[in-house]
């Protein structure tokens, strides 16, 4: 692995892979604490009975399924975190683009600011030749940035589009103008740069164009 692309995964790649583990911690201690609740509910509802009190019994079905979907939620949670862990298995390799994009849709809904995204179903299973980690901190970076511009009433909807042969455009709509003069930041650009990603901006919109094959990267990771 060679410099740039070695600097770019060791060092802001420590630094995301903290980021995105602070937010899935987050997630993970609110379900417990959900959880933790509800059990104290069952207890109390425990000794009311032992005292022959009366309840409705469909208190304890909610409590049971309430339980149980935080429990699913969970499993849910740790799923994507653990998806999340092996894209940096292989550093270049086929990536399916829909797989990002919805993966990094779910890692920043865990984000407190974050907005209601709806990713577009794709058409054909489209994929590019690129850095399945990179192309994530990209994506996940781009979205917390239109998150952090939009009001909270804002909408984003994610498109995936074949704008050429040897291109491919992720198009970041929303329903409201923002703000995206200091987008991307330096980070951002670096990473884009690397991935020969360009972005285009307008008041209601935001493309991000790839290419479908970055030979130059892999000649980069060749060394790793």
């Known amino acids: ?9 060791h060092k802001q790649g420590l ?9 899935i911690s987050h997630e993970l201690k609110n379900i417990f604490a959900i959880i933790s609740e509800t059990a104290g509910f069952l207890n109390d509802l425990t000794q009311l009975s032992k005292q022959g009190q009366t309840f409705d019994l469909c208190l304890l079905e909610n409590c049971s399924n309430s339980i149980a979907e935080e429990i699913e939620r969970g499993f849910d949670t740790i799923r994507q975190m653990n ?7 292989d550093p270049v390799k086929e990536t399916r683009i829909h797989d990002t994009l919805a993966l990094a849709v779910k890692l920043t809904g865990f ?7 709806r990713l577009e179903p794709s058409g054909t299973e489209i994929t590019i030749d690129t850095s399945p980690f990179l192309l994530q901190t990209l994506v996940y970076r781009t979205l917390r940035a239109l998150y952090r511009a939009m009001d909270t009433s804002a909408e984003l909807t994610l498109t995936l589009r074949e704008s050429e042969a040897s291109l491919v455009t992720l198009i970041f709509s929303h329903d409201q103008a923002v703000d995206l003069t ?3 930041d330096f980070r951002t650009a670096d990473v ?9 901006k307008s008041d209601t919109g935001l493309a991000l164009t790839l290419p479908r094959e970055n030979k130059d990267l892999r000649d980069k990771f060749a060394g790793g």
């Open 1 to 9: 692995m060679t410099s740039h692309a070695s600097d770019l995964v």
């Open 15 to 23: 630094q995301f892979f903290g980021s995105v583990n602070a937010s």
């Open 83 to 89: 998806q999340f862990a092996h894209s940096v298995d």
């Open 111 to 117: 984000l407190s600011f974050a907005r209601k995204t």
């Open 182 to 184: 200091d987008f991307p």
């Open 192 to 200: 884009a740069e690397v991935l020969k990603a360009a972005f285009t």
